[in-house]
Structure formats: structure tokens, C-alpha cells
């Protein structure tokens, strides 16, 4: 899938509006709700969400189009970007536009921001980035998403198995 710019750039709107006001929840977390979020669809259904290119950064992944994405939005009134030590916020002014998301997709980031802002600090989750394709990758350097795959060493969760299986029986391969 191409990068959908318009597509990113709303999904970073939708995270705002659903986290950018929670406590801790600032720049570091955005990336890795974005990455995770992203990757994950992409494990699942051979499609990313939003085909935004990420690259190897000292905390993780990072979206390559994240500032210019964050600057848009800003000047169109959608968000506010607030420098509140040592957080960087992205507060949503207004609600997104979630017309171009399917109700998986959404469900999938929703997953993300609540596993993130419930389960991790910004540095608890900047290490569990920090698997093999990150390690791999020189610093500044894309990571394609399907680098995630080389992760997958463990048995997977039996919610991932049951996902797995059911998604199988719909593509008729079981």
C-alpha cells in the first residue's frame, strides 16, 4: 500500500482526540499507538492502515511524516501542539474525521491507545519498540512493516490464534 497522507493525517487527528489529553500521553506514545497500530493491521491483513513510512529513532519507530503531519494539522485549526515539559502533547481541537477508517481499523488503533496509556510508560513502551527490526535498522533508516514478521518467535496468544483461525476459515483456508 502507498503512503495515504490524508489518511495519516486524520488518523493522527483521531489519536489526539481520543488520548492527546490523558495524562502521560505525549509524542512518544502517539509514535508507538501509530507503529503499533500500523504494524499489527498489517501482520493481520497484509494491509497497513495508513502505508506512512516509519524509521528507526532513539525511542522506537517513528512515523518519517509525523512533523510535517502534526504542522498541517495544526495550521487547519485541528490541533494545538503544547510543549508541556518533559511531554510534548497534540491536543485535537475538534473532532476527527473517521469516515476513511473501516471499523476494524479503528478498533485496532483503539486497542493500541488503551494498551498504551493503561500498560506502559513512554519508556516501558519505547522498549518493547525496540525489537528486531528496529535493532537491525541504522539510525534514521526506514523499517518496513513487514520486518515486524521476523519477530514472531514466541507461540502466539490465544487470542491471536483464535483471530488467526477465524480469518483463515473466511479466506476458505480452512
Keep these: 500500500m502507498k503512503y495515504d497522507k490524508e489518511k ?3 488518523l493522527v487527528h483521531y489519536v489526539a482526540w481520543k488520548a492527546g489529553k490523558r495524562d502521560w500521553f505525549g509524542a512518544v ?4 499507538v501509530l507503529w503499533f497500530a500500523d504494524a ?3 501482520v493481520l491483513t497484509g ?3 495508513t502505508g506512512a513510512v516509519y524509521t ?5 519507530p517513528v512515523p518519517k511524516h509525523i512533523l510535517l503531519v502534526q504542522a498541517e494539522l495544526e495550521k487547519e485549526g485541528a490541533v494545538r501542539i503544547v510543549p508541556d515539559k518533559p511531554l510534548k502533547r497534540l491536543i485535537a481541537l475538534r ?3 473517521t469516515s476513511m477508517f473501516t471499523k476494524s481499523e479503528l478498533t485496532m488503533v483503539n486497542h493500541w491507545i488503551e494498551h ?5 510508560t513512554a519508556g516501558s513502551i519505547s522498549e518493547e519498540s525496540h525489537d528486531y527490526a528496529w535493532e537491525i535498522a541504522r539510525m534514521g533508516e526506514e523499517i518496513p ?4 514478521l521476523a519477530n514472531r518467535i514466541t507461540d502466539p496468544t490465544d487470542e491471536e490464534l483464535a483471530r488467526t483461525k477465524k480469518r483463515a476459515k473466511e479466506l476458505g483456508l480452512i
Excluded: S
Design 40 to 42: 499489527r493491521q498489517f
Design 47 to 49: 494491509k497497513p492502515i
Design 29 to 32: 506514545k502517539l509514535n508507538k
Design 116 to 120: 498504551i496509556d493503561k500498560e506502559h
Design 56 to 60: 528507526r529513532q532513539q525511542y522506537g
Design 95 to 97: 473532532p476527527p474525521d
Design 145 to 148: 512493516l513487514y520486518a515486524v
Design 8 to 10: 495519516f493525517k486524520r
